[in-house]
């Protein structure tokens, strides 16, 4: 049995970028596979009934896996680009250790237990953020799922496919969620919300959040003889969306984030021919989600018939407001004797199957607040809180 800090140390390496230090696990590279084969090992070395799903998801049982009412945790291990080493792993690594201290108390198991290693949670690669939740839930059909593809144009089942996994069965897997009594994630806290004498919170909420891609169409050109009045450079319209955007949020009480922006021709001495700009926006309720993307929408098409430049808007994907399970989270919050109850803007795979069965999650203190980059940090001694944490939940739900 590897402890907390073995499996810490095992996964540290995998898929980490020598020049950043910020992790490169994207769905279905090679990083990802490292991440998925130490998985597989995790759940064999302790005898957990392995297996992997119709999505791609892995699973490990300790129990029978076609049991009822099985009390489900975990998280996943892929990464944004050039990510911290917490957000994912450290609620799967916690989920074995906190596995590890039940048998170790000899809890008596009534439900099966199971820890979930979701895929594609960040959607790095294809767009789409928790594409192995959303499928599972079918809340992202088959078909939607076949036409997403990556930034060099590879489908999604293509990537599957050459991972060694079989695409043709992707989809709603309802009688496995059937089974399911109960899903808790563990995740690092990523905006510096838990304050000095509480290392662990419980989830209330997710705000709705979304992506939307701006495509902006002017005229390439040569940098050095096209005169100001002749040309339509989709970059200053470009521009001037994304300081739109942070003052519309900015009144709204809301964020937009243009985190990705893709050029082309992209070269030095050429006007642009197209800019391509992702938003990314969440506020805490959807009314004023919409309000502030309509905003920034008009802002950039009048500023696009300003520059000569045409724009167009796609909503890429969405994710509406979850409330977490009530009498779930405060069964948790009490357990744990009375933490922090608290929302998140960041978007989990427990949001994702909080529609279809009863959801909760533990937060462990983020000091700093960093997270999505190599600096993202939580302490030992609060990750060991989390998985003590983790483990007196789940004794509670499984063994009543
Ligand atoms: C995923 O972590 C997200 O909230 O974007
Ligand atoms: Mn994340
Ligand atoms: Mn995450
Ligand atoms: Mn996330």
């Known amino acids: ?19 950043s230090g910020g992790y490169r696990r994207f769905a279905w590279n090679t ?31 300790l129990g029978d896996p076609r049991g009822q009412g099985a009390i489900v945790t975990g998280s996943h291990l892929d990464s944004v680009p050039d990510g911290g080493a917490f957000d994912g792993p450290l609620g799967v690594v916690s989920s074995f250790a906190a596995l590890d201290e039940l048998r170790s108390r000899d809890a008596e198991l009534t439900k099966p237990l199971a820890i979930v290693n979701f895929g594609d949670e960040e959607g790095a690669r294809f767009g789409v953020a928790c594409i192995g939740s959303r499928l599972t839930a079918g809340v992202l059909g088959r078909d939607q799922a076949y036409e997403l593809r990556d930034a060099d144009g590879v489908r999604l089942p293509d990537a599957m496919e050459k991972a060694g996994y079989d695409p043709t069965a992707i989809g709603a897997d309802d009688d496995r969620l059937s089974r399911i009594g109960a899903f808790v994630e563990l995740h690092v806290e990523q905006g510096r919300y838990l304050t000095e004498e509480h290392p662990v919170g419980v989830a209330s909420a997710i705000w709705p959040h979304g992506r939307w891609r701006f495509d902006f169409h002017g ?97 890429e994907s969405y994710t509406p407001v979850v409330d977490f399970d009530g009498p779930l989270r405060d069964r948790l919050a009490k357990r744990l004797g009375n933490v922090p109850v608290l929302p998140t803007g960041a978007g989990h795979d427990a949001g994702i ?17 960093v997270s999505h980059s190599p600096a993202e940090y939580a302490e030992e001694a609060d990750c060991l809180a989390g998985v003590a944490a983790l483990a007196d939940v789940l004794e509670d739900l499984a063994c009543q």
């Not at 049995?1 to 970028?17: C, D, I, K």
Request: aromatic share 8%; hydrophobic share 40%; glycine share 6%.
């Open 219 to 315: 005229e390439a050109n040569h940098a050095g003889t096209t005169r100001i009045e002749d040309r339509r450079d989709p970059m200053l319209t470009y521009a001037n969306t994304v300081l739109s955007a942070r003052k519309k949020a900015k009144l709204a009480g809301a964020l937009a984030t243009f985190g990705k922006v893709a050029v082309e021709p992209n070269g030095t001495n050429a006007i642009a021919s197209l800019i391509r700009g992702w938003l990314d926006s969440r506020a805490a309720d959807e009314a004023t989600l919409e309000r502030v993307v309509e905003e920034i929408r008009q802002a950039a098409y009048e500023r696009g018939e300003r520059d000569g430049v045409r724009v167009e808007l796609t909503r």
């Open 1 to 19: 049995m590897t402890s907390f800090q073995e499996m810490w140390a095992e996964l540290l390496p995998v898929g980490r970028s020598a020049s």
């Open 31 to 61: 990083a990802d596979a490292e991440c998925r084969a130490w998985f597989e090992q995790q759940a064999r070395s302790r005898g957990l009934t392995y297996e992997l799903d119709r999505n791609g998801n892995q699973w490990a049982w």
């Open 353 to 369: 199957l909080a529609s279809a069965i009863p959801t909760a999650m533990l937060f462990v203190r983020n000091p700093s607040g």
